[in-house]
């Protein structure tokens, strides 16, 4: 006679608990979160032994990051092993109530005037939104519609094909995006987020890394991080991805420098963002809270990415009288630091001498003696002053990287920049494992790996090894590599 289901299902599950320890630990090495959580609901055997991998963790403004952000933070066994808090900036677009009537044969907003899309269903009843939320919604399609998939499988494309299909118009997404909005709201005036935080701080004692990013949200069904609250979202809805940090004002930055003890990171993710400068202009909240973090024992790692404008701003010369001189100084412990504008090489063009910043009147080197890693990106520079900086780092350096950099004199470049440096810095003569790596980006970067390993070797080979300069400048300074 034939066993039932359950009873089948009791016998498999037997016979997997009687597996050794270490055949299980592999197997779920394999597995994902999602997995390894349905799996510990089948029976307290596997609920022993079966532990999620949870090493980061996420928060926002979006109540369900925080609900799973304190849930992991309270968890005795599951707050020991996260390193990394991930802080996710993004904030939906709010959008009050209101009614809405018909000027000149477009439905327009009584109060904001802004031009709604509308629909009736079958039923007779409006359904409307704002254009703008129609606009972001149709782009998303259109952006999904431009991705190549030369690299991706066709059941990974047919699943993208029935996602997009599914999806609900414009209209009925809105109302749950106004849902969404409400609780960021009480999110913000509550400051749950940021009592999170603090909660978080004290529960997780392995973190070493606290990360801001500007969105997690990237791309609809492909988001830069996979967050409690965006896999929450249900499967048919449609939004318009949430404005970066350069959409605030001066008085709009976010009120998220909470002190920690090992390592910051501004992460822009590529985007054309950052922190803004203006923090260093004038004393303010955010500056006093770098300032308290910078000044912690044992503060090692400062990743910092600033937005300085766009291209037709003038944007260099608040850093004439800033603060930041002040807040770097702090650190006497620093080994690793990354500053970077969102300027590329493209502003060159307009710069002059008006525009030069001493690099020691921001980077105060002397006060870093164990300092392993400098990099510098997007910023205008002087190349005898960079050479002095760069003859400043302590004798613990071990890696420079240059990006982007935007030289003010005309006759400057990288070319005439890795010659001097190879002339007056001496880096030679040291031993051959206390010399820098060094890093050319003179553009963006490609994505390769390998071409980054290549580009590296060759500069090395030419700063110690008497080989060929790599850098040469071609039609309207631009920088081209032959390693």
């Given at each position: 006679m034939a066993s039932s289901p359950s009873a089948q299902a009791t016998t498999d599950r037997n016979r997997l608990t009687t597996l050794p320890v270490e055949t299980y630990l592999s197997i779920l090495s394999y597995l994902p979160n999602s997995d390894i959580k349905n799996l510990?609901?089948?029976?307290?055997?596997?609920?022993?032994?079966?532990?999620?991998?949870?090493?980061?963790?996420?928060?926002?403004?979006?109540?369900?990051?925080?609900?799973?952000?304190?849930?992991?933070?309270?968890?005795?066994?599951?707050?020991?092993?996260?390193?990394?808090?991930?802080?996710?900036?993004?904030?939906?677009?709010?959008?009050?109530?209101?009614?809405?009537?018909?000027?000149?044969?477009?439905l327009v907003g009584a109060v904001t005037g802004a031009v709604y899309d509308g629909s009736t269903d079958r039923g007779g009843t409006v359904k409307r939104c704002p254009k703008w939320f129609t606009r972001g919604c149709v782009d998303n399609i259109h952006e999904l519609g431009c991705c190549t998939y030369d690299e991706v499988e066709d059941a990974e494309l047919i699943k993208r094909r029935a996602q997009v299909s599914a999806l609900i118009p414009p209209w009925d997404s809105w109302t749950h995006y106004q849902r969404l909005t409400q609780e960021q709201e009480e999110v913000i005036r509550s400051r749950a987020d940021v009592d999170a935080l603090k909660f978080g701080l004290d529960r997780f004692p392995a973190l070493k890394r606290v990360t801001l990013i500007p969105s997690a949200h990237k791309q609809l069904f492909t988001p830069l991080y996979d967050t409690p609250m965006i896999r929450s979202l249900p499967y048919t809805?449609?939004?318009?991805?949430?404005?970066?940090?350069?959409?605030?004002?001066?008085?709009?930055?976010?009120?998220?420098?909470?002190?920690?003890?090992?390592?910051?990171?501004?992460?822009?993710?590529?985007?054309?963002?950052?922190?803004?400068?203006?923090?260093?202009?004038?004393?303010?909240?955010?500056?006093?809270?770098?300032?308290?973090?910078?000044?912690?024992?044992?503060?090692?790692h400062l990743d910092l990415n600033l937005f300085v404008g766009w291209e037709k701003d003038d944007v260099w010369l608040p850093f004439r009288h800033c603060l930041l001189h002040s807040c770097l100084s702090q650190c006497s412990d620093l080994e690793y630091i990354s500053f970077r504008t969102n300027r590329g090489i493209y502003a060159t063009d307009?710069?002059?001498?008006?525009?030069?910043?001493?690099?020691?009147?921001?980077?105060?080197?002397?006060?870093?003696?164990?300092?392993?890693?400098?990099?510098?990106?997007?910023?205008?520079?002087?190349?005898?002053?960079?050479?002095?900086?760069?003859?400043?780092?302590?004798?613990?350096?071990?890696?420079?990287?240059?990006?982007?950099?935007?030289?003010?004199?005309?006759?400057?470049?990288?070319?005439?920049?890795?010659?001097?440096?190879?002339?007056?810095?001496?880096?030679?003569?040291r031993p051959e494992e206390e010399r820098p790596r060094v890093s050319f980006w003179p553009r963006q970067p490609s994505g390769m790996p390998h071409i980054y390993a290549w580009m590296e070797n060759s500069v090395e080979n030419f700063l110690y090894g008497g080989g060929e300069n790599p850098m040469h400048r071609g039609p309207g300074r631009r920088m081209y590599f032959s390693g």
């Amino acid at each position: 006679m034939a066993s039932s289901p359950s009873a089948q299902a009791t016998t498999d599950r037997n016979r997997l608990t009687t597996l050794p320890v270490e055949t299980y630990l592999s197997i779920l090495s394999y597995l994902p979160n999602s997995d390894i959580k349905n799996l510990r609901l089948t029976c307290s055997s596997l609920s022993n032994i079966a532990y999620l991998r949870l090493k980061r963790v996420f928060l926002s403004v979006n109540r369900r990051d925080i609900d799973v952000f304190r849930a992991i933070a309270s968890h005795e066994t599951l707050c020991q092993k996260v390193v990394e808090i991930i802080w996710d900036d993004t904030q939906f677009i709010s959008w009050k109530l209101e009614e809405v009537v018909r000027e000149d044969g477009y439905l327009v907003g009584a109060v904001t005037g802004a031009v709604y899309d509308g629909s009736t269903d079958r039923g007779g009843t409006v359904k409307r939104c704002p254009k703008w939320f129609t606009r972001g919604c149709v782009d998303n399609i259109h952006e999904l519609g431009c991705c190549t998939y030369d690299e991706v499988e066709d059941a990974e494309l047919i699943k993208r094909r029935a996602q997009v299909s599914a999806l609900i118009p414009p209209w009925d997404s809105w109302t749950h995006y106004q849902r969404l909005t409400q609780e960021q709201e009480e999110v913000i005036r509550s400051r749950a987020d940021v009592d999170a935080l603090k909660f978080g701080l004290d529960r997780f004692p392995a973190l070493k890394r606290v990360t801001l990013i500007p969105s997690a949200h990237k791309q609809l069904f492909t988001p830069l991080y996979d967050t409690p609250m965006i896999r929450s979202l249900p499967y048919t809805f449609n939004y318009p991805m949430p404005c970066i940090w350069t959409g605030l004002d001066e008085s709009g930055i976010p009120d998220h420098a909470v002190p920690w003890n090992d390592k910051l990171v501004i992460d822009t993710t590529g985007l054309n963002t950052g922190v803004n400068y203006h923090i260093f202009n004038t004393p303010c909240r955010e500056s006093f809270d770098l300032d308290t973090l910078l000044r912690q024992p044992g503060f090692r790692h400062l990743d910092l990415n600033l937005f300085v404008g766009w291209e037709k701003d003038d944007v260099w010369l608040p850093f004439r009288h800033c603060l930041l001189h002040s807040c770097l100084s702090q650190c006497s412990d620093l080994e690793y630091i990354s500053f970077r504008t969102n300027r590329g090489i493209y502003a060159t063009d307009d710069l002059s001498m008006d525009h030069f910043i001493p690099l020691q009147s921001i980077f105060p080197v002397e006060k870093w003696p164990r300092l392993k890693h400098f990099a510098l990106s997007s910023f205008p520079v002087v190349q005898s002053d960079l050479l002095a900086l760069l003859a400043g780092l302590p004798p613990t350096l071990r890696s420079v990287e240059l990006s982007q950099l935007l030289f003010i004199d005309e006759e400057e470049c990288y070319t005439s920049l890795l010659e001097q440096m190879r002339n007056t810095l001496h880096w030679g003569d040291r031993p051959e494992e206390e010399r820098p790596r060094v890093s050319f980006w003179p553009r963006q970067p490609s994505g390769m790996p390998h071409i980054y390993a290549w580009m590296e070797n060759s500069v090395e080979n030419f700063l110690y090894g008497g080989g060929e300069n790599p850098m040469h400048r071609g039609p309207g300074r631009r920088m081209y590599f032959s390693g």
